[in-house]
Protein backbone atom coordinates (compact mmCIF):
# COMPACT_ATOMS: atom_id res chain seq x y z
CA UNK A 1 0.00 0.00 0.00
CA UNK A 2 1.29 3.87 -1.19
CA UNK A 3 1.67 5.83 1.75
CA UNK A 4 0.17 8.43 -0.05
CA UNK A 5 -2.97 7.99 -2.31
CA UNK A 6 -5.15 9.63 -4.61
CA UNK A 7 -8.69 9.30 -6.19
CA UNK A 8 -9.27 9.28 -9.02
CA UNK A 9 -6.85 8.20 -11.19
CA UNK A 10 -8.22 9.79 -14.35
CA UNK A 11 -11.09 12.58 -14.40
CA UNK A 12 -13.02 14.12 -17.37
CA UNK A 13 -15.02 17.02 -17.00
CA UNK A 14 -16.93 19.24 -19.28
CA UNK A 15 -16.15 23.29 -18.94
CA UNK A 16 -17.62 24.88 -15.83
CA UNK A 17 -18.05 21.87 -13.73
CA UNK A 18 -16.89 21.46 -10.10
CA UNK A 19 -13.91 18.78 -9.84
CA UNK A 20 -12.50 17.38 -6.55
CA UNK A 21 -9.24 15.42 -5.87
CA UNK A 22 -8.70 13.60 -2.85
CA UNK A 23 -5.54 12.21 -1.28
CA UNK A 24 -5.25 9.91 1.58
CA UNK A 25 -2.25 9.08 3.32
CA UNK A 26 -1.11 6.92 6.18
CA UNK A 27 1.75 8.91 7.89
CA UNK A 28 2.18 11.57 10.89
CA UNK A 29 2.67 14.30 7.96
CA UNK A 30 4.25 17.76 8.62
CA UNK A 31 3.28 19.91 4.91
CA UNK A 32 1.15 18.59 2.60
CA UNK A 33 1.59 20.17 -1.14
CA UNK A 34 -0.15 19.57 -4.20
CA UNK A 35 1.39 20.12 -7.46
CA UNK A 36 0.11 20.59 -11.14
CA UNK A 37 2.17 19.08 -14.15
CA UNK A 38 1.24 19.64 -17.64
CA UNK A 39 2.72 17.77 -20.48
CA UNK A 40 6.31 18.07 -20.96
CA UNK A 41 6.89 17.53 -17.30
CA UNK A 42 6.85 21.05 -15.58
CA UNK A 43 5.75 21.20 -12.37
CA UNK A 44 4.32 24.03 -10.49
CA UNK A 45 3.44 23.94 -6.96
CA UNK A 46 -0.30 25.06 -6.19
CA UNK A 47 -0.57 24.45 -2.49
CA UNK A 48 1.32 23.76 0.81
CA UNK A 49 -0.76 22.92 3.45
CA UNK A 50 -0.52 22.08 7.65
CA UNK A 51 -3.85 22.73 8.20
CA UNK A 52 -7.41 24.25 7.25
CA UNK A 53 -8.25 25.89 3.94
CA UNK A 54 -6.28 27.68 1.54
CA UNK A 55 -7.79 29.22 -1.65
CA UNK A 56 -5.91 30.61 -4.49
CA UNK A 57 -8.56 32.09 -7.81
CA UNK A 58 -10.56 28.97 -8.68
CA UNK A 59 -8.65 26.62 -7.01
CA UNK A 60 -9.26 25.31 -3.43
CA UNK A 61 -7.52 23.20 -0.86
CA UNK A 62 -8.46 22.07 2.51
CA UNK A 63 -6.94 19.40 4.71
CA UNK A 64 -8.44 17.43 7.84
CA UNK A 65 -4.76 16.16 9.57
CA UNK A 66 -7.03 13.82 12.12
CA UNK A 67 -8.65 12.37 9.22
CA UNK A 68 -4.77 12.28 6.91
CA UNK A 69 -7.37 13.51 4.27
CA UNK A 70 -6.58 16.20 1.55
CA UNK A 71 -8.97 17.49 -0.74
CA UNK A 72 -8.03 19.62 -4.06
CA UNK A 73 -11.31 21.59 -5.50
CA UNK A 74 -11.37 23.51 -8.85
CA UNK A 75 -14.51 25.98 -9.65
CA UNK A 76 -15.67 26.57 -12.92
CA UNK A 77 -13.14 24.31 -14.60
CA UNK A 78 -11.68 25.60 -17.79
CA UNK A 79 -9.54 22.86 -20.55
CA UNK A 80 -6.56 24.79 -19.44
CA UNK A 81 -7.00 22.65 -15.72
CA UNK A 82 -6.21 19.88 -17.72
CA UNK A 83 -3.09 18.81 -15.99
CA UNK A 84 -1.76 15.67 -13.50
CA UNK A 85 -2.52 16.86 -10.40
CA UNK A 86 -0.32 15.45 -7.78
CA UNK A 87 0.04 15.10 -4.03
CA UNK A 88 3.01 15.38 -1.75
CA UNK A 89 3.67 14.63 1.96
CA UNK A 90 6.40 15.73 3.68
CA UNK A 91 6.88 13.08 6.67
CA UNK A 92 6.60 14.62 10.39
CA UNK A 93 10.46 13.04 11.49
CA UNK A 94 11.80 14.29 8.06
CA UNK A 95 13.99 17.35 8.32
CA UNK A 96 14.23 19.12 4.76
CA UNK A 97 12.43 18.72 1.71
CA UNK A 98 11.35 15.43 1.08
CA UNK A 99 8.50 14.66 -0.36
CA UNK A 100 6.58 11.25 -1.04
CA UNK A 101 4.09 11.73 -3.88
CA UNK A 102 1.27 9.91 -4.70
CA UNK A 103 0.70 8.86 -8.17
CA UNK A 104 -1.30 11.76 -9.55
CA UNK A 105 -4.61 12.30 -11.14
CA UNK A 106 -4.75 13.16 -14.72
CA UNK A 107 -7.67 15.39 -15.56
CA UNK A 108 -9.06 16.52 -18.37
CA UNK A 109 -11.46 19.22 -19.28
CA UNK A 110 -13.50 19.26 -21.97
CA UNK A 111 -14.89 22.45 -23.90
CA UNK B 1 13.56 36.71 -9.97
CA UNK B 2 14.59 34.04 -12.49
CA UNK B 3 13.52 30.34 -11.89
CA UNK B 4 15.20 27.33 -11.29
CA UNK B 5 17.30 25.98 -14.43
CA UNK B 6 18.60 22.74 -15.23
CA UNK B 7 20.94 21.65 -17.88
CA UNK B 8 20.54 20.09 -20.12
CA UNK B 9 16.95 19.30 -20.55
CA UNK B 10 17.92 16.42 -22.95
CA UNK B 11 20.72 13.93 -22.83
CA UNK B 12 20.86 10.27 -24.61
CA UNK B 13 23.27 8.28 -23.01
CA UNK B 14 24.49 4.68 -23.68
CA UNK B 15 24.33 1.64 -20.95
CA UNK B 16 27.22 2.09 -18.48
CA UNK B 17 28.21 5.65 -19.36
CA UNK B 18 27.81 7.80 -16.57
CA UNK B 19 26.01 11.77 -16.63
CA UNK B 20 26.06 14.59 -14.79
CA UNK B 21 23.06 17.14 -14.40
CA UNK B 22 23.05 20.43 -13.10
CA UNK B 23 20.94 22.69 -11.18
CA UNK B 24 20.50 26.08 -10.28
CA UNK B 25 18.32 27.31 -8.08
CA UNK B 26 16.42 30.67 -7.33
CA UNK B 27 18.82 33.12 -5.87
CA UNK B 28 18.41 33.19 -2.44
CA UNK B 29 17.37 29.53 -2.06
CA UNK B 30 19.63 27.26 0.27
CA UNK B 31 18.08 23.86 -0.11
CA UNK B 32 17.90 21.74 -3.23
CA UNK B 33 15.93 18.35 -3.61
CA UNK B 34 16.59 15.95 -7.19
CA UNK B 35 13.70 14.13 -7.94
CA UNK B 36 13.21 10.97 -10.53
CA UNK B 37 9.82 10.21 -12.37
CA UNK B 38 9.16 7.33 -14.57
CA UNK B 39 6.18 5.86 -16.20
CA UNK B 40 6.42 2.73 -13.45
CA UNK B 41 7.56 3.85 -10.81
CA UNK B 42 6.33 7.94 -10.21
CA UNK B 43 8.00 10.45 -8.66
CA UNK B 44 10.77 9.18 -6.46
CA UNK B 45 12.88 11.51 -3.84
CA UNK B 46 16.52 11.00 -4.43
CA UNK B 47 18.47 13.30 -2.11
CA UNK B 48 18.35 16.82 -0.68
CA UNK B 49 21.10 19.34 -0.11
CA UNK B 50 21.14 22.22 2.04
CA UNK B 51 24.28 24.53 2.87
CA UNK B 52 26.38 22.03 0.75
CA UNK B 53 25.41 19.18 2.83
CA UNK B 54 23.31 15.80 2.14
CA UNK B 55 20.63 16.07 4.41
CA UNK B 56 18.19 13.47 3.57
CA UNK B 57 18.84 10.81 0.93
CA UNK B 58 16.25 8.51 -0.93
CA UNK B 59 16.38 4.80 -1.69
CA UNK B 60 18.34 4.83 -4.76
CA UNK B 61 21.69 2.79 -4.86
CA UNK B 62 24.89 4.44 -4.74
CA UNK B 63 25.50 4.90 -8.25
CA UNK B 64 23.58 8.04 -7.89
CA UNK B 65 24.76 11.05 -5.89
CA UNK B 66 25.15 14.45 -5.77
CA UNK B 67 27.00 17.97 -4.60
CA UNK B 68 26.12 21.04 -3.65
CA UNK B 69 28.47 24.06 -4.44
CA UNK B 70 28.76 27.13 -2.34
CA UNK B 71 26.47 29.19 -4.59
CA UNK B 72 24.01 26.41 -4.02
CA UNK B 73 23.43 25.01 -7.54
CA UNK B 74 24.01 21.31 -7.51
CA UNK B 75 24.69 18.58 -9.23
CA UNK B 76 23.39 14.60 -9.60
CA UNK B 77 25.57 12.48 -11.01
CA UNK B 78 24.96 8.93 -12.27
CA UNK B 79 27.67 6.05 -13.52
CA UNK B 80 27.44 3.45 -15.07
CA UNK B 81 23.77 4.30 -16.57
CA UNK B 82 21.41 1.14 -16.48
CA UNK B 83 18.21 1.38 -19.10
CA UNK B 84 16.04 2.17 -16.17
CA UNK B 85 17.86 5.25 -15.35
CA UNK B 86 15.69 6.84 -18.32
CA UNK B 87 13.30 9.34 -16.78
CA UNK B 88 12.59 12.79 -16.49
CA UNK B 89 15.07 14.21 -13.56
CA UNK B 90 13.82 16.83 -11.61
CA UNK B 91 14.83 19.55 -9.31
CA UNK B 92 13.47 22.04 -7.35
CA UNK B 93 14.45 24.74 -4.51
CA UNK B 94 13.04 25.97 -1.43
CA UNK B 95 14.40 28.62 1.05
CA UNK B 96 15.12 26.51 3.77
CA UNK B 97 13.44 23.04 3.08
CA UNK B 98 10.59 20.97 4.68
CA UNK B 99 7.73 23.87 5.59
CA UNK B 100 8.79 26.34 2.39
CA UNK B 101 7.00 26.31 -1.36
CA UNK B 102 9.27 24.02 -3.74
CA UNK B 103 10.02 25.31 -7.23
CA UNK B 104 10.60 22.86 -9.39
CA UNK B 105 12.41 23.30 -13.01
CA UNK B 106 11.96 22.04 -16.20
CA UNK B 107 13.35 18.95 -15.43
CA UNK B 108 16.29 16.68 -17.93
CA UNK B 109 15.10 13.92 -19.50
CA UNK B 110 17.53 11.24 -19.71
CA UNK B 111 17.40 8.29 -22.39
CA UNK B 112 19.80 5.42 -21.47
CA UNK B 113 19.80 3.61 -24.90
Known amino acids: KNEVEQSPQNLTAQEGEFITINCSYS?????LHWLQQHPGGGIVSLFMLSSGKKKHGRLIATINIQEKHSSLHITASHPRDSAVYIC?????????????FGEGTQLTVNP | KAGVTQTPRYLIKTRGQQVTLSCSPI?????VSWYQQTPGQGLQFLFE???????NKGNFPGRFSGRQFSNSRSEMNVSTLELGDSALYLC????????????FGPGTRLTVT
Open chain 2, 27 to 31: SGHRS
Open chain 1, 27 to 31: VGISA
Open chain 2, 92 to 103: ASSFVGAGYEQY
Open chain 1, 88 to 100: AVIEQETSGSRLT
Open chain 2, 49 to 55: YFSETQR
